[in-house]
């Protein structure tokens, strides 16, 4: 696969106050981030630019500044939003990525098609999972992949596109997600006005939009998902994507034994409030299935 590695440049914070829920980021915060970027020696981010159904895809790279060969293992990151809304930006970066470079993973993520700078249309879980899949093949051909080891993470619209991934194959020992988005007929919530809104991007010929719901409702299809290990956060006080999403992915995959739902009370949908303990958990989740 051709893909193209280079330094990680911060966007500006005009570009940073687009991606992140609002008012989540000033001037003043977003400074205190770059200086925290600034003095990161370990582990290292990269801008990386491959190729997909012939276009071009965005991502990052993180890794630790010190590669042994066979030794790591990979973790793809899902990030979540559509277009710039949830982008790659360093503070999520920083939030979801480096605390697994820190430990060792060679952690690869996605901006998806047609966004900061890709060419193609993101369609919220369509043709754009190969953009997911396409990365855990980016991540075999490192030198410092360990050749047994491969897992993802995503949050919100990150945990459908995990979900969807696995459906579509994606070979891991586990997953994990964090505020994910499983059920887009859900009741509590204006989902079928959202799926409606992304069903419009979806180039021709295109599903009907009961059908596109159906596709991107993990809840509704737990057999494609029980071969991988799952491990299911969500805040309690999540008012984005409401927690009946992970409470009925969890109902669903009841039969399935291989599979953990883990609420933070008081959590919100970026679970901000609980990131070290959503860390420890996917950490220790991981190391379960790790060979």
Do not use: C
Not at 143 to 171: Q, V
């Amino acid at each position: 696969m051709r893909a193209t590695f280079t330094p990680f440049e911060p966007h500006p914070l005009a570009v940073v106050i687009n991606a992140l829920p609002k008012g989540a980021m000033d001037e003043a915060m977003y400074d205190n981030v770059k200086k925290r970027y600034a003095r990161l020696t370990d582990p290292v981010l990269e801008r990386v630019e491959y190729e997909v159904d012939g276009l071009n895809v965005t991502g990052v790279y993180a890794h630790p500044a010190t590669i042994e060969n066979g030794k790591h293992p990979l973790l793809i990151f899902n990030r979540g939003g559509s277009g710039d809304f949830g982008m790659l930006v360093l503070p999520v970066i920083l939030r979801y990525g480096v605390p697994f470079a820190e430990q060792g993973y060679l952690v690869f993520a996605s901006n998806y098609r047609g966004n900061d700078g890709g060419t193609g249309t993101d369609e919220f879980g369509g043709a754009d999972v190969r953009d997911v899949l396409a990365l855990i093949e980016l991540g075999k051909q490192q030198p410092g992949w360990d050749g047994k080891n491969i897992f993802m993470l995503g949050g919100s619209r990150g945990g459908m596109m995990t979900y969807l991934a696995i459906k579509d194959g994606a070979e891991l020992n586990a997953a994990a997600t964090f505020g994910g988005i499983a059920d887009l007929s859900a009741e509590d919530g204006d989902w079928p006005t959202l799926a409606a809104k992304f069903h419009a991007r979806i180039p021709d010929p295109k599903p009907a939009l009961e059908v596109m719901i159906e596709q991107r409702s993990a809840a509704k299809w737990p057999q494609d998902l029980a071969r991988v290990p799952l491990l299911v956060m969500h805040g309690d006080a999540d008012t984005t994507v409401p927690p009946i999403h992970s409470q009925r992915l969890n109902d669903a995959l009841s039969a399935h034994p291989d599979h953990k739902l883990v609420l933070y009370p008081g959590g919100n949908h970026s679970l901000s409030t609980h990131m070290k303990e959503m860390v420890a958990e996917t950490l220790g989740w991981f190391a379960r299935y790790r060979r």
